[in-house]
């Protein structure tokens, strides 16, 4: 079994999933889009661990949005197979953007099977707009940001 010293950062944010039937695709193996589901899962489960859910952007007006996306399918993954989940947070310019990086392994060999990373984007939920970082949301995520010389 992996140690933590094989993540990509220290300090991941982890949770396990497992592949299921209905996440299955023509080829046999994990649709893409499981992935991204997962991504998004995780993500969540991270945001809401620190303290911001999907109520409290609706209450402030403000939210995190995906502005660009790269994702990098590594190994297959098969219905029945445990993932480990990992994300960070790992950019944040405290004006607009932030970054968001994940990283999934098999927990059954340790095999890294997915990359991804989300440029974010601050929005006015009203308006969909961009708008400046609020500071609840600063001082909530600021702390768990692994890099914060970022520049966006």
Known sequence: MPTGTDWDYEAPHLCVVDVRSDQIDGLGHANNAAYVG???????????????????????????????A????????????TLELATWLTGSDNRVRMERRFQFRRVADGTTVFRGCWQ??????????????????????GPAVINPQYTG
Not at 70 to 81: P, S
Request: aromatic share 12%; charged share 20%; glycine share 10%.
């Open 38 to 68: 997962w991504c998004e899962h995780v993500a969540w489960l991270h945001s809401e661990g620190l303290g911001l859910s999907v109520a409290d952007y609706q209450k402030i007006g403000r939210g995190m949005a995906i502005s660009t």
């Open 70 to 81: 790269h994702y990098e399918y590594i190994a297959a993954t098969f219905e029945g197979d």
């Open 120 to 141: 974010l984007i601050c929005l006015n939920l009203a308006s969909g707009k961009p708008a400046r970082i609020p500071r609840d949301f600063i001082e909530v995520y």
